[in-house]
């Protein structure tokens, strides 16, 4: 395993420029760029290429936040973020964290983790009875059957952690994605419906030999129901958001709040089997992702579901920089989160992955 000491800054820089969210200025502190080491003149460069991208109607809208040393150096708005209803974007508009949430399920389940409610090294079927002798997916047979065999090493919390586990999301064309969609594993449905499911199914690949995205921080978030006795919304409420502050983030959101949240964009030839889209036609509401993404208050997960704004966000990440602290309250201690930063994903078989060069911890990549 190699530490990346600087990782964790760099993901939180990504993460909070990539995905381009608001944030609250309440609260937070915002300061002149040269104050935090920072250059005025380059971050306006920002601004322009943010506002190419509205013009040439690539992005209905964005907010765009740097921030360094815990202070926000450069925050401004461009666009829309519903262009129906002609609503500009707002330092309080809400998103939907997709992805983003499975960092917040890694830190509570983590938090468990310190408290000695398990090992990294503990079988997963050790805990979830639904995962006890799982089988592996080996091929297809001449009478068109999956070839099943046994595991060479049992899948361990570690390899939900750094998506080793053999799990697949089921959005492929092997055999395996087929066996997915066919017992009705999706994402609305409870977690231990979810694990149930997951159950009857074979892996995907041995555990611990391939990096392969996956429903693990669902099983993670059904760990900390597990552990906790609580229900996973519940625990991170109480554990993660009321300490720091996050009140504007959940799943599902109250009647009042949904005028505040952004609309969701493509480009009006996207299907969702594509990747490559066609700019010149131009953006369209993407009306079925927004409508099953509100049913998560109903299916909290661990995987994605969550609506947030970047100052929350900011709030949350800033945590990860100071440590595991933030504003006097301690969410992990600095040993977790130099583990949980640190590459375990072997090189030999990361390199050959879509991210290539980069590597993966306890639910959060990594530079090697």
């Keep these: ?13 990504i993460t909070l420029l990539l995905f381009i969210l608001p944030v609250y200025s309440e609260q937070l502190n915002t300061v002149k760029p040269e104050n935090v080491g920072l250059s005025s003149e380059r971050l306006a460069r920002l601004d322009g290429v943010m506002l190419r991208y509205v013009n ?70 050790s805990h979830i009875p639904a995962f006890k002798d799982l089988k592996v997916f080996n091929g297809i047979d001449d009478s068109g059957n999956m070839v099943l065999v046994d595991q060479k090493k049992k899948m361990t919390i570690l390899d939900l952690f750094r998506h080793t586990s053999g799990l ?10 087929k066996a997915y969609k066919e017992a009705g594993i999706s994402g609305l449905l409870t977690l231990k419906e979810l694990v ?43 554990r993660i958001f009321e300490p720091l502050g996050m009140s504007d983030t959940s799943f599902g959101l109250p009647e009042e709040k ?30 079925s992702r927004e409508d099953e993404y509100l049913k998560r208050a109903d299916y909290p997960a661990g995987g994605t ?29 600095q040993k977790t989160i130099e583990l949980m930063t640190t590459n375990h994903i072997p090189e030999n078989f990361w390199a050959s992955q879509p991210f290539g060069g980069g590597g993966y911890g306890l639910g959060a990549f990594s530079l090697i």
Excluded: C
């Excluded at 530490?3 to 800054?9: A, G, R, T």
């Excluded at 993670?220 to 597990?226: C, D, G, I, K, N």
């Excluded at 969550?306 to 933030?326: H, I």
């Design 1 to 13: 395993m190699v530490q990346s000491k600087n990782s964790l800054k760099v993901l939180i820089f």
């Design 196 to 238: 149930t499911k997951l159950g009857t199914v074979p892996l995907l690949y041995q555990p611990g030999e391939r990096w392969v995205y996956s429903y693990a921080h669902d099983v993670q978030a059904y760990l900390v129901e597990h552990f906790s006795g609580m229900p996973f919304d519940k625990y991170i409420q109480k």
């Design 305 to 333: 579901g969550l609506v947030s704004t970047a100052g929350d966000y900011f709030r949350f990440a800033q945590m990860l920089l100071n440590g595991g602290k933030y504003n006097g309250k301690q969410i992990l201690s």
């Design 56 to 125: 040439e109607n690539k992005l209905a809208g964005v907010l765009t936040l740097v921030a360094r040393h815990g202070k926000i150096a450069h925050l401004s708005t461009i666009g829309k973020m519903d262009i129906e209803n002609n609503k500009m974007m707002s330092e309080d508009t809400l998103f939907r964290l997709y992805s983003m949430t499975k960092l917040i399920t890694s830190v509570a389940l983590l938090t468990l983790y310190e408290e000695g409610h398990f090992q990294l090294t503990d079988t997963v079927e």
């Design 258 to 287: 949904l005028g505040r949240l952004s609309r969701l964009y493509a480009y009006s030839g996207y299907k969702d089997e594509q990747i490559a889209f066609d700019l010149k036609q131009g953006l369209a509401p993407l009306k």
């Design 168 to 177: 697949g999301y089921g959005g492929g064309d092997t055999a395996v994605d």
